[in-house]
């Protein structure tokens, strides 16, 4: 599979790609087939780990 990105010249895409990665996280967490408490702590345990890395 031959992938080619085209980049602008701003930063504007990595905005958009954190924005997709966020929603991605959210909607597997979403579709886990745990309790509401365990999801929003999985969420907190997420966030967490990725503003430390």
Do not use: G, V, W
């Not at 408490?37 to 969420?43: I, N, P, Q, R, S």
């Amino acid at each position: 599979m031959d992938i080619q990105l085209n980049f602008p010249n701003n930063n504007n895409h990595i905005s958009n790609l954190a924005f997709i990665r966020a929603l991605l996280i959210k909607c597997t967490i979403e579709k886990l087939n745990i309790s509401y408490l365990e999801k929003e702590e999985l969420k907190r345990k997420i966030l967490e780990y990725l503003k430390n890395n």
